[in-house]
């Protein structure tokens, strides 16, 4: 049998439920893994297609080959995420929402063999629209050589810019200096991929593969909406 409510008891829950549920309910960083709060973006929408495109078929056909397997591990996260084809990029500016849109540029970041990935900033509600991708061009010309590992590492990093994630460097030796590699490591080795400014499975086939704390990531910006009532 169940007993009625006191009155004052069922006032209570009426004004919890009242409550703004972000505070409570949005996780912003985990171990290795962390949300890109300061450009706003704390959750991915569940319902959303989120579509990575090319400048260029030519980029399309460059680039697919090293996105297929993270793709793959995001959607089995929940993330229903595709590669689509060609459109016009401005790196300036964001494009259709739930774009996430790769170009090639000649040091975007204005340092040598650096690529950039970043979200639309301060999206409504924080859930994130997509985003911008910048392939350091000297990649492919020879003027920087860079390992095949770290190649499709990187080439997955900065789409995960793009959809939310953000470096999850810490300061793990304690020397009051978050430094480049400083990232917590699984125990077969691999840090995240999202460690700055490189980090992942060095040995195939893992190289090019979201490891567990991205997947991690990416499930808190999909938990995050969920929390929030965002389809
Ligand atoms: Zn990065």
């Known amino acids: 049998m169940h007993k009625a409510l006191p009155v004052a008891a069922a006032l209570a829950v009426c004004a919890l439920a009242a409550l703004p549920t972000q505070a409570a309910t949005v996780t912003t960083k985990?171990?290795?893994?962390?949300?890109?709060?300061?450009?706003?973006?704390?959750?991915?929408?569940?319902?959303?297609?989120?579509?990575?495109?090319?400048?260029t078929s030519a980029m399309k056909t460059r680039y697919t080959p090293y996105l297929t397997a993270a793709v793959s591990q995001a959607k089995a996260a929940g993330l229903k995420l595709a590669i689509g084809g060609v459109e016009p990029v401005n790196p300036a500016k964001c494009g259709p929402v739930g774009h996430i849109q790769f170009t090639e540029l000649y040091r975007p970041l204005g340092r040598a063999g650096y690529s950039q990935g970043m979200p639309c900033p301060n999206p409504s509600k924080g859930v994130g629209t997509g985003g911008i991708v910048a392939i350091d061009s000297e990649y492919w010309d020879g003027t920087w050589p860079i390992p095949a590992y770290k190649l499709r590492n990187t080439l997955v990093h900065e789409p995960l810019h793009a959809l939310g994630l953000d470096h999850p460097n810490l300061d793990l030796n304690k020397d009051g200096k978050t430094a480049d590699y400083?990232?917590?490591?699984?125990?077969?080795?691999?840090?995240?991929?999202?460690?700055?400014?490189?980090?992942?499975?060095?040995?195939?086939?893992?190289?090019g593969r979201l490891t567990g704390f991205d997947l991690d990531g990416l499930k808190a910006l999909l938990a995050n909406a969920r929390a929030q009532g965002i389809k």
Do not use: D, H
């Open 30 to 55: 985990g171990r290795g893994w962390k949300l890109t709060t300061q450009l706003g973006v704390t959750s991915l929408s569940p319902g959303r297609q989120y579509t990575i495109t090319f400048a």
């Open 182 to 207: 400083e990232c917590v490591a699984a125990p077969s080795g691999e840090t995240p991929i999202m460690c700055s400014p490189n980090g992942g499975y060095r040995t195939a086939p893992g190289t």
